[in-house]
């Protein structure tokens, strides 16, 4: 159901029993929490918040001079900072993922959705570094967006340990999208306690911050010095 938000979550004896919705209650005996930036806002004061920050990060559009215009690759660039990818028009989007781009902690209802003056001329810099053709581009703007990043950028994918059949599944920090297949088989088994994905879900849970077992990758994005 598109534009109809969840008001609240029904509870009753530690067990989730549905959600308010701008259109009237729905009953169900699972609930999967997956509002990304908003997950502790949905919690409200029913469950302990969850270690996870909505962050501000911005992209720059820049349309490609003549010169650029077969620029349609996927590109990190450590060295400069930035990565590029094109938008299937003539403009590539330009954003980075170094600590200082990503530390504007925000209110995921009032951020700012245009991208900041200096923001813009920083990145335009940073490409023309790399490729001093885009010296010519015309900017395009850029816009703000938001990462729910957790404290060591991986998701969480776990039963709330204090509202039974309350699932939270958020805290993508930034690289959901290329993750959600194998997520959503994960998600099946935690919600219906089976075990067919070739993924434990457990390796998600939400009481690894406690633990001190944070996620590490083996081969981590050497920007993203915080995983
Ligand atoms: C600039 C940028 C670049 C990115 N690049 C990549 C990339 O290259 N690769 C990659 O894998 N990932 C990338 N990501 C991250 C990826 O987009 C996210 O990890 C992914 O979209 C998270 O999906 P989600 O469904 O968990 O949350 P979201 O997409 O944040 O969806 C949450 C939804 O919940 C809704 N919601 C909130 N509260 C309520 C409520 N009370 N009731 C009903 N609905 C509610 C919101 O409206 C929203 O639609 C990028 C993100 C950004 C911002």
């Known amino acids: 159901m598109t ?47 969850l270690p996870i920050t909505p962050i501000r990060v911005q992209m720059v559009h820049l349309r490609r001079p003549p010169k650029l215009e077969t620029l349609e690759q996927i590109i990190i660039d450590y060295t400069c900072g930035a990565y590029y990818r094109t938008d299937g028009t003539p ?31 920083r990145f335009w810099n940073r490409a023309t570094k790399r490729f001093p053709d885009f010296v010519d581009a015309t ?5 703000g967006s938001l990462y729910d990043m957790t404290p060591d950028g991986n998701p969480i ?18 690289h959901g999208f290329k993750l959600s297949p194998i997520i959503g088989e994960m998600v099946a088994d935690l919600v219906t306690g089976q075990s067919k994905s070739s993924h434990d879900y457990k390796f998600f849970r939400s009481s690894r911050f ?18």
């Not at 969840?6 to 004896?13: A, T």
């Not at 067990?15 to 005996?29: F, P, Q, S, W």
């Not at 530390?103 to 923001?119: C, R």
């Open 210 to 227: 406690n633990e001190n077992s944070l996620i590490t990758p083996a081969r981590p994005y050497s920007a993203r010095v915080h995983q």
């Open 139 to 143: 900017c395009r703007g850029g816009y």
């Open 3 to 49: 534009r109809t938000p969840v008001k609240n979550l029904i509870v009753k004896g530690g067990r989730i029993l549905g959600v308010e919705t701008a259109t009237g209650k729905i009953n169900a005996d699972a609930v999967i929490n997956v509002t990304g930036p908003w997950a502790n806002s949905l919690l409200g004061q029913n469950d302990v918040p």
């Open 91 to 121: 403009n590539t989007l330009v954003g980075g993922e170094a600590p200082e781009d990503m530390s504007e902690i925000v209110n995921p209802n009032t951020f700012g959705l245009n991208a900041d003056h200096d923001f813009i001329t």
């Open 157 to 174: 994918l776990d039963e709330s340990p204090n509202i039974s059949g309350l699932y939270n599944v958020a805290g993508f920090s930034g």
